[in-house]
């Protein structure tokens, strides 16, 4: 979609099958590999927008990340950058943040990683690729999925392992959206899972992926082992990310003020859980290279004139979930809370881009239970006016209307199926704003099942469901029933065209949105 697509086809042939083994060696500093450190788990980038951009790294010990940047593969006039040192404190992770870079560019970059003891020895590199933000007058190609590892379905190399990631790679997208539920921290996984046929799905497990996570190491284990499946990595390090978190990344249905009544965990503070597990998550993903536990992990990328990107936090200023049907806003109907929502506000309301792309971890419309007689999401399944964190909602959504926002489009995940939402207030028990479509997508390694129910309160109606009402629960991935949403923005008509599109990269829906003048 974007330029010098040439280019990174002979960059993508040069990786080959990528493994976690370094993908091209240079002349060494030391004359023993053993004493070199090792990127062990791949590379990743983050474009931040504004010609900015984060590379990332994961070591095997202590060292400086230093990485080459060019617009060829063949690193012709390369720049070089020195980032920060992976320590035990990080991780292990390290990052460096480009600046500068220009529009319309596929940037190559090689990462390496110095020795903090001897201060000689460094690794062979491997290499990554990622695209800046379009200019004027270019496409853009924008996929979004979520949900990696959960309901007991892990990495089975023999079957393919993370199917999803290499039929993503496939559609060479400009940046690619990861919704939450990077991971399943609350998921231990087995070694062997019966199928339905009597076979076995046999998983790989990792000391940290055998049990739920409660220390911070552990926490790092789960994220880590996703890198394991060289699809995901492979994808990791040749497309741009923007990674959001959703509750799995902590344990199910989360929020700070909740006590746990489990078994399994030692530590029963969800809030202490919920800090060792922000911090890992943002190690791990090139987000920021703050990892104070005020960072904000929503944020908007700006993506060239035909796409914004506005990346949610839904988990981190929710009150506790309850019947969710308060009929007077407060701390606890929060869901972004009145800080995010102003930010989301304000963003959207300041954007010039012809799309305003919401990246929320929750869908809006489709109710989602956490026990009997709570709710996780916005929802409540009341189907009336607007109650509980559905107030929250509706007065973003005034806002929009009143400011003269056009042209919303909410992409999202976390239900474990592909669906399309279109919202009108002519349907809709609480009017006062837009007509506006949310978007479904995943899971992209999880188990999937049948559509939920949506709640009224903002009139959505179904256009899409990629799994039907009578879907046995939790199939396994290798059905084929995992998902993700592609965004194509075309520069002449300015169209937005939205797609599901499944593992045998069939699309399974497709629509055109025209631009509100």
């Known amino acids: 979609m974007a330029s010098s697509t040439s280019s990174r086809r002979v960059f993508l042939g040069q990786c080959g099958a990528l493994a976690v083994a370094p993908l091209r060696q240079t002349a060494a500093?030391?004359?023993?590999?053993?004493?070199?450190?090792?990127?062990?788990?791949?590379?990743?980038?983050?474009?931040?927008?504004?010609?900015?951009?984060i590379v990332w790294a994961h070591v095997d010990r202590p060292g400086r990340l230093l990485v080459e940047y060019s617009t060829t593969a063949s690193f012709a006039n390369a720049s070089k950058r020195s980032g920060t040192v992976a320590t035990p404190d990080t991780g292990l992770t390290a990052r460096v943040r480009l600046q500068d870079l220009p529009a319309s560019q596929d940037i190559f970059y090689r990462v390496t990683?110095?020795?903090?003891?001897?201060?000689?020895?460094?690794?062979?590199?491997?290499?990554?690729?990622?695209?800046?933000?379009?200019?004027?007058?270019?496409?853009?190609?924008?996929?979004?999925?979520?949900?990696?590892?959960?309901?007991?379905?892990?990495?089975?190399?023999?079957r393919g392992g993370m199917q999803l990631f290499r039929t993503m790679d496939q559609v060479n997208p400009d940046?690619?959206?990861?919704?939450?539920?990077?991971?399943?921290?609350?998921?231990?996984l087995a070694a062997d899972v019966k199928l339905d046929d009597g076979s076995m799905w046999k998983n790989i497990v990792t000391p940290a992926k055998s049990k739920v996570a409660e220390t911070l190491d552990e926490f790092r284990g789960h994220h880590l082992y996703n890198r394991l499946?060289?699809?995901?990595r492979r994808f990791s390090s040749r497309v741009g990310q923007v990674a959001l978190w959703?509750?799995?990344?902590?344990?199910?249905?989360?929020?700070?003020?909740?006590?746990?009544?489990?078994?399994?965990?030692?530590?029963?503070?969800?809030a202490v859980l919920a800090a060792r597990a922000r911090q890992a998550f943002l190690e791990q993903y090139p987000i920021t290279m703050d990892r104070r536990a005020g960072a904000r992990i929503y944020r908007s990328i700006p993506f060239g004139p035909l796409i914004d990107v506005f990346a949610l936090d839904m988990r981190s200023y929710r009150g506790a979930n309850s019947e969710n049907l308060q009929s007077v806003a407060g701390a606890d109907t929060a869901l972004l809370g009145d800080r995010q929502v102003q930010w989301l506000t304000d963003a959207l309301t300041s954007s010039k881009a012809a799309w305003k792309i919401v990246a929320a971890d929750m869908p809006l419309g489709v109710v989602v239970s956490h026990q009997p007689g709570?709710?996780?999401?916005?929802?409540n399944g009341?189907?009336?006016?607007?109650?509980?964190?559905?107030?929250?909602?509706?007065?973003?959504?005034?806002?929009?209307?009143?400011?003269?926002?056009?042209?919303?489009?909410?992409v999202t995940a976390d239900v474990h199926y592909s669906a399309a939402h279109s919202f009108h207030p002519d349907r809709a028990a609480s009017k006062g704003f837009d007509p506006f479509w949310e978007f479904v997508a995943g899971p992209a390694h999880a188990g999937t099942f049948?559509?939920?129910?949506?709640?009224n309160t903002f009139g959505p109606e179904s256009r899409f469901n990629g799994t039907p009402a009578t879907l046995k629960p939790n199939r396994p991935p290798d059905e084929g029933l995992q998902f993700f949403g592609m965004l194509e923005a075309d520069p002449a008509s300015r169209a937005l065209t939205v797609s599901i599109v499944n593992t045998a990269g069939t699309r399974v829906f497709e629509q055109r949105l025209e631009p509100a003048r």
């Open 246 to 270: 959703d509750d799995h990344e902590v344990r199910n249905n989360w929020y700070h003020t909740e006590g746990l009544d489990d078994p399994r965990y030692s530590e029963k503070r969800v």
């Open 374 to 379: 709570r709710h996780e999401a916005a929802a």
């Open 29 to 53: 500093i030391v004359t023993s590999d053993r004493t070199r450190p090792v990127i062990d788990a791949g590379v990743a980038a983050g474009p931040l927008g504004d010609g900015h951009a």
């Open 175 to 188: 940046l690619f959206l990861h919704v939450g539920d990077t991971i399943y921290a609350d998921g231990p």
């Open 113 to 158: 990683v110095e020795d903090a003891g001897s201060g000689r020895a460094q690794s062979a590199p491997v290499e990554g690729h990622f695209r800046t933000a379009p200019g004027s007058g270019k496409p853009v190609r924008v996929l979004w999925s979520a949900d990696v590892c959960g309901q007991g379905w892990g990495i089975d190399p023999a």
């Open 450 to 455: 049948a559509p939920a129910p949506l709640d």
């Open 229 to 232: 499946d060289e699809h995901y």
């Open 382 to 410: 009341d189907h009336g006016p607007a109650k509980g964190r559905e107030l929250e909602i509706a007065a973003l959504l005034g806002a929009l209307q009143s400011r003269g926002v056009r042209n919303v489009v909410w």
